[in-house]
């Protein structure tokens, strides 16, 4: 049975870094994503990678965050640069219920295996 596990989460203030990791015991070659949940708001797909290394970053963290995995070592990583106030959130790993993905999705319904989050808190 695949478990996720985050950590790297934290407080930092505007325009710091932060690195998330996931490690994925019972790893499977499937679609991972990070997602994150601000409370009382929908969970929100952040940045996505099939297993043929296809990547999709929703808009507001292009050119900021990086997903990345070490298949070796069961680990999917996000490196989260120039961070915002707006990045504070609860941010989870996931991976995806389809053996094979042609395209990266951030639609949460299409992950059937979520870790329990890691707290990224941004100041201003």
């Known amino acids: 049975q695949v478990q996720l596990v985050e950590s790297g989460g934290g407080s930092v203030q505007a325009g710091g870094s932060l690195r998330l990791s996931c490690s994925v015991s019972?790893?499977?070659?499937?679609?991972y994503a990070w997602f994150r949940q601000v409370p009382g708001e929908e969970r929100e797909g952040v940045a996505s990678?099939?297993?043929?290394?296809?990547?999709m970053y929703t808009d507001s963290v292009q050119g900021r965050f990086i997903i990345s995995q070490d298949i070796a070592e069961a680990t999917l990583y996000l490196q989260m640069s120039s961070l915002k106030p707006e990045d504070t959130a609860v941010y989870y790993c996931?991976?995806?219920?389809?053996?094979?993905?042609?395209?990266?999705?951030?639609?949460?319904?299409?992950?059937?295996?979520w870790g329990q989050g890691t707290q990224v808190t941004v100041s201003s």
């Open positions: 996931a991976m995806s219920r389809f053996f094979s993905s042609p395209r990266p999705t951030l639609i949460s319904s299409d992950y059937k295996v």
């Open positions: 019972g790893y499977l070659y499937r679609t």
């Open positions: 990678l099939t297993n043929d290394g296809e990547i």
